[in-house]
């Protein structure tokens, strides 16, 4: 068999336990979130609503079924791309709808963070070099620093920024500053900013990759094949950056899920208009289909990530598919 | 601590969030929820209540001297029986697509309501009509199932576009009209987005605003609101705070940036007693209960000003029994009481034969300072031999569990009423909002005397009676109605809140540089 057809064989076989791995996930999601106590119902009729208009609304939001026969219902009718409409959030809106927008925005955060952090560590490795003792003492209390959960990071960032706009407003007659309150609605990227620096500070995110590119480039820089390429005279950055691809990419995809959970709630501190949100607060008002709808996207994404890595290190390292991969 | 924390952060954020470029003629509000529906049938929280104000007119309105005055009617008369009205209408009157407002929208709101595959709380406000048709164009008569005293009153119902509904009058929750509202009214929807909702003026409004737009962010954060109003003075905050809360107002009691304005919304807060719980079914347990609490130290410490309550009714309600003397606080008397009762201590605990005083306090989250109070609560119980047993869920939860499932010993929350207190469904043992299985017999005779009476000061006497009764028997400990108080900046001349709906006179209110 050729490497092609195993290389597609391969990555069918991780596309099915992918697909396997998101209606198993599906199915919990949907049933954790119609088993919670109170339902749309209640989150939006007044007390003392009749029971008869009660039962018709409990018919109207599909909420008289029970929940396992609700979920087959539900999984015939995403296979085809209908996820069904939101109940309370933005009632009669179909779910992608309202979710695609607000996840796009929460990926697009936690993609660049990831890419800004990437791009951060690889300059800080070149510049720092190999690790030293002298070095140490500058990494070590910054390994601590930003040790910190990513929304302790954004709370404490928010103190010193909120305390700098003060100190702005009084000084400047009340006019808010260019640099900082921007609203959301006038697309201004930087509540963004604010929000991706505290995911790169926050979780050991920036530690961790700058330590995982370190310690690859350290390695490259030390092999046999670059000293034999330096001995041939020729340049080494291709040969450094083709063997430290797969690695940064393995890393990337394992830290994405790690973002996207930080990322729900440092959205809602910087009060941005994303998936994070969202599911808080469809999950307040028990609008599962929402709520189902956004988890879907959030593991999706995960499961879509870990199988992009999957292959392009097959592509690129013949032996993954050798071994099964 | 992280309380703290949260909210001081909360504050940058949502500064980030409504503060705007400095040229924009924009009223910045924010509120505690996000409005829901704009359909102003399915409007059922206090956000999308205000909100439709600005977007949708009615019949008629509440002035601000509390007379009824003409909106999308211009005159009307009643029949001589009392049987029906007729009103006419506004003319050259523009829903915001452009199109005509006619009689046929009138009559089409009155049966869309009356669809009984129209699903929603507030239907039974349209029980009383029996028929509505148009004359012209620019005329309705509305006939009554019984002679109603003064029927324009019942006119505030808000107007929907007949157009806009292609499917007839079944209207759903889920209608897209919710989310793309098409009023009369004087602002129309620019943008309703998942926190945020602007609007911008209706040129066309037979009196256009003044203000160019107006913008709602949701912003949860009670803290994060009062620092926005302190910037209020010029662009970088917002120009109003729905509901101040009480121990925020003296910050802006002199301020040169800020005015207080009274909200006067009809609402009591109440410790309930569900009377299927052991031990609460017996009044010597409630009125000890009621003892021992210190309304007024939970009051100012916790929530601020407020009068304290001796039935169903405040102070400015024409039902109000001035002869009721609300109770005080008296640990002495509610361990006599309890003793005389044959509740004996045990181990910390009161228990009478296999009845023991520990009970199940469940309180909604959400709700304002309530771990505060409980825990000031469980500390004066404690006194009297009486354990409470906290249990905070959120606000659906809350909902199917209290109300719904009524598993529950004790809770505390607020009720809201439109205009007046109508406790019918409360205290009646068949009323639809009597969630705490309270059955008296000389209540439920008196609410239904006075429901069948057609005579109004025979009306007020059987609620104060009633107010004697329930100060008396204890369904609920009535606790405290609270001074509400909205912040509004100075930069806002020309306003007036109206009494629960809030923006009723908006398009008078004017917003200086």
């Known amino acids: 068999m050729s490497r092609a057809a195993r290389l597609a064989i391969a990555a069918l076989r991780r596309a099915a336990g992918g697909l396997l791995l998101l209606v198993g996930a599906t199915f919990v999601i949907y049933i954790t979130i119609r088993s919670a106590p109170g339902d749309a119902i209640d989150a939006i009729s007044p007390m003392g609503t009749p029971p008869d208009v009660k039962a018709r609304l409990m018919a109207e939001f599909g909420l008289d079924r029970d929940p396992f026969t609700g979920y087959l219902a539900w999984l015939v009718r995403s ?194 208009d994303g998936g994070g949100y969202l599911l808080l607060e469809a999950s307040r008002e028990r609008d599962f289909p929402v709520v189902v709808g956004i988890s879907v996207l959030f593991t999706a994404t995960i499961i879509g990530m870990n199988l992009l890595a999957d292959i392009v290190r097959a592509v690129i390292d013949p032996r993954e598919v050798a071994h099964g991969g | 601590m992280m309380n703290r924390l949260l909210s001081s952060l909360l504050v940058s954020c949502a500064l980030v969030a409504l503060a705007a470029p ?48 003409g909106s999308l009617a211009s005159s009307w008369t009643a029949d001589p029986d009392n049987m029906g009205i007729r009103f006419v209408l506004r003319e050259g009157v523009k829903w915001h697509d452009g199109r005509d407002f006619s009689a046929d929208d009138v009559v089409f709101t009155i049966q869309a309501a009356q669809n009984p595959k129209t699903v929603f709380n507030a239907k039974s406000k349209f029980g009383f009509i029996k028929d509505a048709s148009a004359e012209g164009q620019y005329g309705v008569h509305i006939t009554f199932n019984r002679p109603i005293n003064e029927p324009e009153r019942r006119f505030l119902f808000k107007i929907l576009p007949k157009h806009a509904f292609k499917k007839g009058t079944r209207i759903s929750r889920k209608d897209r009209f919710g989310r793309k ?37 949701h912003t949860p954060d009670k803290s994060a609101q009062v620092s926005l109003l302190q910037y209020s003075g010029k662009q970088a905050g917002v120009q109003a705070v729905i509901f101040l809360p009480p121990k925020n ?36 347990v409630r009125d000890a209960i009621a003892l021992a609490i210190n309304r007024e130290e939970l009051l100012e410490a916790h929530l601020g000003r407020g009068d304290i309550l001796g039935g169903p009714f405040t102070e400015s309600s024409p039902f109000y029994n001035f002869e009721v003397e609300p109770r005080e606080q008296d640990i002495q008397r509610a361990n006599q009481m309890l003793d005389e009762a044959g509740y004996k201590k045990k181990g910390g605990v009161r228990r009478k034969g296999r009845t023991k005083l520990q009970f199940r306090f469940v ?100 609620m104060k009676q009633l107010h004697a009764v329930l100060n008396r028997d204890l369904p609920y400990y009535f606790l405290w109605s609270l001074d509400v108080y909205s912040g509004l900046s100075r930069q806002l001349k020309g306003t007036f809140i109206q009494p629960y709906y809030y923006f009723t006179s908006f398009e008078e209110w004017e917003l200086s540089p």
């Open chain 2, 363 to 462: 309180m909604d989250k959400e709700l304002a300072s309530s771990q505060a109070l409980l825990l000031g609560i469980e500390a004066q119980l404690k006194k009297i031999g009486i354990r409470v047993k906290a249990q905070y869920v959120d606000h659906a939860r809350y909902r199917e569990q209290v109300f719904n499932r009524q598993k529950y010993d004790l809770t505390l929350n607020v009720w809201s009423f439109e205009e007046v207190e109508d406790v019918y469904p409360l205290f009646h043992s068949k009323g639809v909002m009597n969630f705490i299985n309270y059955n008296n017999s000389e209540v439920d005779n008196l609410l239904d005397t006075a429901k069948s009476t057609r005579d109004y000061k025979k009306y007020k006497e059987y």
């Open chain 1, 79 to 272: 296979l085809t791309g209908d996820f069904g409409e939101s109940l309370v959030f933005s009632p009669g809106a179909p779910v992608m709808e309202v979710a695609l927008p607000a996840f796009g925005r929460t990926l697009l955060l936690s993609a660049s963070a990831l890419v800004v952090c990437l791009i951060l560590a690889v300059l800080a490795s070149l510049l720092l070099g190999e690790s030293s003792r002298r070095q140490q003492l500058l990494t070590g209390p910054l390994y601590v620093a930003t040790a910190a959960p990513s929304f302790v990071v954004a709370v404490v960032f928010a103190q010193v920024v909120n305390w700098a706009v003060n100190v702005y407003l009084v000084q400047n007659d009340y006019v808010p500053p260019m640099w900082y309150p921007i609203p959301i609605y006038t697309e201004s990227l930087m509540p963004y900013v604010f929000a991706g620096f505290a995911l790169i500070a926050g979780d050991g995110l920036f530690m961790d990759f700058f330590n995982a590119v370190r310690a690859e480039l350290t390695a490259l820089r030390n092999a046999q094949f670059i000293a034999a390429v330096k001995a041939k005279g020729a340049r080494t950055v291709g040969h450094i950056a083709r063997n430290m691809f797969m690695p940064l990419l393995s890393g990337y995809a394992a830290r994405l899920p790690i973002v996207l959970g930080g990322v729900v709630i440092v959205e809602y501190i910087f009060t941005l």
């Open chain 2, 22 to 69: 400095a040229d924009a003629q924009v009223f910045r509000y924010p509120e505690d929820a996000r409005p829901t529906s704009l359909l102003p049938f399915f409007a059922e929280d206090m956000s999308s209540v205000r909100m439709v104000e600005l977007i949708f007119d009615s019949l008629v309105i509440v002035n601000k001297r509390g007379d009824l005055e």
């Open chain 2, 181 to 217: 509202p098409i009023g009369t009214g004087p602002y129309k929807v620019q943008k309703f987005g998942a926190r945020s909702v602007s609007l911008e003026v209706n040129p066309d409004y037979w009196a256009p605003a003044r203000i160019g737009e107006v913008l709602m962010q």
């Open chain 2, 249 to 284: 107002v003296p910050i802006f009691e002199n301020s040169d940036q800020v005015t207080l304005e009274p909200y006067h919304t009809v609402s009591w807060w109440y410790m309930a007693y569900n009377h299927k719980s052991k031990g609460l079914n017996d009044p010597v």
